[in-house]
């Protein structure tokens, strides 16, 4: 997949959980808690996250060998970046580690539905392990979550609809809690998925928000949310605490059922 991002021209390895050897699918869970076998050397290391990095088998071969083809595209200049992009945060730092094992220098590592209100394992701790991976970049899609933290609820194909735990099922009732105190989930989600996270423990580089907007007023609107969240001022601070206020109502709502910090299984169920 080729993307303008940041001025540069970057190509990405896309989706790729669905090539990779490891595993597949990947499970659901809390996947945050997966980075303690990178300091504990009697954690359990599920994903193979420490040393050796080598490929688990043809997936992992082809995955290489797309980036080191990337790689000598980047070094003739036909594009500038390269990364991988997919849902995993374990598959991807694994396949970052891989990378590095192989002497391909990452540019961007893309995720989505990983800074949510619902799941923000991105700068609970991963933000650093791709950083300790040699990658330059991260970017973060799909602050609602694939459509599951909207009124409507998103799209039927949603893996979370067929994921055990009850993560679906929070979601509609963290919206009937957001329209009971006069607003929306989507309003509140934004809120916070487009609260700014850095890398380098919060002194570095912004990591972006990547979403799609169908038309120009789509992009104001967007445009106009990232400021109140992210500019003293742009937003009435009476306002501003009714969100805030039913934001942490969202969250204690999903550590109540469980499902804060949960990701579902990548590829889902119901796309095998």
Excluded at 97 to 107: F, G, Q, T, V
Excluded at 120 to 144: C, D, H, I, K, R
């Amino acid at each position: 997949m080729l993307r303008q991002c940041c001025a540069d021209l970057t190509a990405d390895l896309h989706d790729v959980e669905f090539v990779s050897s490891h595993p597949f699918p990947c499970p659901g869970g809390d996947h945050l808690s997966v980075l303690s076998s990178l300091s504990d050397p009697a954690a359990t290391d599920a994903f193979k996250l420490r040393p050796p990095h080598t490929a688990l088998g043809p997936g992992d071969s082809q995955i290489l060998e797309g980036l080191q083809t990337l790689a000598a595209l980047r070094s003739e200049g036909k594009v500038r970046k390269i990364g991988i992009a997919g849902y995993p945060l374990p598959v991807l730092l694994r396949l970052s580690l891989l990378a590095r094992a192989n002497d391909i220098k990452l540019d961007i590592v893309q995720t989505y539905a990983q800074q949510t209100i619902l799941n923000p394992s991105l700068a609970g701790g991963y933000l650093a392990a791709f950083e300790n991976a040699g990658v330059q970049e991260v970017t973060n899609a799909a602050p609602l979550a694939m459509g599951i933290l909207t009124s409507s609820g998103g799209p039927e194909w949603h893996p979370a609809r067929s994921e055990e735990g009850g993560m679906y099922e929070a979601c509609r009732q963290a919206a009937a809690l957001c329209r009971e105190r006069g607003t929306s989930l989507e309003e509140v989600a934004l809120n916070f998925g487009y609260k700014e996270v850095r890398l380098g423990d919060g002194q570095g580089e912004a990591v972006p928000v990547v979403i799609g907007c169908k038309s120009i007023e789509e992009i104001k609107r967007t445009i106009k949310q990232w400021r109140e969240v992210n500019v003293p001022g742009a937003r009435d601070a009476e306002a501003a605490k009714k969100v805030e206020a039913v934001e942490a109502e969202v969250i204690r709502l999903f550590e109540d059922k469980g499902v804060k910090g949960v990701s579902w299984s990548s590829p889902g169920q119901n796309a095998l």
